[in-house]
């Protein structure tokens, strides 16, 4: 049994469960998808009241690390999941509809990490990458130019083939790719925003010119504790959508 004082004593009872259960789920103690023991058994496990279950479970929704199916139980989000596959996607279009994008690869190789990639996924300079590209096109359009790094070191035995089965093949994306083939599940990110202007490499490949204006977007995608996994910088033709999002 791992006792409530495994976590730090300084925070709030409900929230040392909540990262109890942040630890088994980091663990691959339950799996994205599947159920994870009730209520009673896990106030039973951590030696506390229902109700402090119950409270970290809540936030945990919140925080869409869980899902509540009424009358099932409470299960380990998944990105395979429809209604929550793209939730990462902020692009709308112009009228407020949310798009949903086909995924075209352009390049697969490897490389290493320059000082600023290595500093955002906490490597050291020069460590092993597989890179990425592809474009996203909505409605047969090209929107999203996608410059992707991930450390090697995560993705053994990645191909091209994998990835393009998966994410058009299956009509997954590639967080749930990483999910299904790595167990890696990314629960949050990090982005930075600012203009851009269109280059030789991207405006040809957004069908713009060289020049034209668009949205950069610098991501860092995290897995549980906290543990960047993912980083992607993002060209975006702003002609037909606009990126959303709700602050609260």
Not at 20 to 25: F, G, V
Not at 123 to 144: D, E, H, N, Y
Not at 219 to 232: C, H, L
């Amino acid at each position: 049994m791992r006792k409530r004082t495994d976590a730090p004593g300084f925070l709030p009872l409900y929230e040392q469960i909540k990262q109890l259960i942040l630890r088994a789920l980091s663990d691959g103690e339950w799996r994205p998808g599947v159920a994870i023991p009730s209520e009673v058994a896990l106030a039973r496990r951590y030696e506390v009241s229902q109700g402090t279950v119950r409270k970290a479970l809540d936030e945990l929704v919140m925080d869409n690390i869980l899902v509540r199916r009424q009358g099932k139980g409470t299960f380990v989000a998944t990105h395979a999941d429809d209604g929550t596959a793209y939730r990462f996607l902020r692009l709308m279009s112009l009228g407020g509809e949310r798009a949903y994008p086909h995924s075209e690869f352009i390049a697969f190789g490897s490389g290493k990490a320059d000082a600023r990639v290595a500093s955002r996924l906490g490597l050291s300079s020069g460590s092993a990458l597989v890179i990425l590209r592809r474009v996203l096109t909505f409605s047969g359009a090209p929107v999203v130019y996608d410059d992707i790094r991930l450390p090697a070191a995560l993705l053994k035995g990645v191909s091209i083939a994998m990835i393009e089965d998966h994410v058009n093949a299956h009509k997954g994306t590639l967080y749930s790719l990483y999910e299904a083939q790595y167990q890696i599940r990314i629960i949050s990110a990090h982005e930075r925003i600012r203009a851009a202007l269109a280059d030789a490499v991207n405006a040809p490949l957004l069908g713009v010119e060289p020049g034209a204006p668009l949205l950069a977007i610098e991501r860092v995608a995290f897995t549980y504790q906290n543990r960047p996994v993912e980083w992607r910088m993002s060209y975006v033709n702003t002609a037909q959508h606009y990126y959303f999002d709700e602050l609260n």
